[in-house]
């Protein structure tokens, strides 16, 4: 079935370092991919998406690219703050037209001064 | 931005009882809302799919007489856990959507259940 995988954390890095996190999917369709955000304390808040192959979603310094075909929509910051901790939590449309989510486990991001 | 209200925050009860999930839109009409289920160091998990007025739609492998769901208005959303027992403990999270298609899915703050 239909299935995300990212890379496990946490991971640490000191504040203005390069971000990435690895996300890969499977799929027998064309799902719509995103990345979403849990802040400390916070419920889950949609980060960036894209919905079609080579689409790049971007939202408040991060980016993501839709590549079909590595099957990849990798998670980027150029610079990152002590404020972008948090849990990301990458994900797909399910099969079928549907629109319910496929999530990763998650990435818990601990971004040091 | 669109806000999604679940309430309890969490509950804590004696094995074999009933469990209610509110799940609210406060601020928009919500076509279809979801109800996922989180283990620990686990993914979110899709439970089911539902449409305003309409049965919900379950995924595999869930049993819907037990995680019975009411979508009865646009705004409202309802998980039961019935006769829960402690395997049924687990973080549970709503989400709204406006419309269909690609339109974003908007999260409640999530409800942990711990059945004793």
């Known amino acids: 079935g239909d299935s995300v995988t990212q890379m496990e954390g946490p991971v640490t890095l000191s504040e203005e370092a390069f971000l990435t996190i690895n996300c890969t999917y499977t799929a027998t369709g064309y799902p719509s991919l995103f990345w979403y955000v849990q802040y400390p304390g916070e419920g889950l808040q949609l980060l960036l998406k894209?919905?079609?192959?080579?689409d790049k979603g971007s939202n408040k310094g991060f980016e993501a690219t839709y590549r079909k075909e590595t099957t990849s929509f990798h998670l980027e910051k150029g610079s990152v703050q002590v404020s972008d901790s948090a849990v990301y939590f990458c994900?797909?449309?399910?099969?079928?037209?549907?629109?319910?989510?496929?999530f990763g486990k998650g990435t818990h991001l601990i971004i040091q001064p | 931005g669109a806000v999604v209200s679940q309430h309890p925050s969490r509950v804590i009860c004696k094995s074999g009882t009933s469990v209610k999930i509110e799940c609210r839109s406060l601020d928009f009409q919500a076509t279809t809302m979801f109800w996922y289920r989180q283990f620990p160091k686990k993914s979110l998990m899709l439970m089911a799919t539902s449409n305003e007025g309409s049965k919900a739609t379950y995924e595999q492998g869930v049993e819907k007489d037990k995680f019975l769901i009411n979508h009865a208005s646009l705004t409202l959303s309802t998980l039961t856990v019935t006769s829960a027992h402690p395997e049924d403990s687990s973080f549970y999270i709503c989400s709204a959507q406006r419309g269909f298609g690609n339109q974003p899915q908007h999260f409640g703050d999530g409800t942990r259940l711990s059945i004793l």
């Open positions: 994900a797909q449309t399910t099969g079928g037209g549907a629109d319910g989510l496929t």
């Open positions: 894209a919905t079609k192959a080579d």
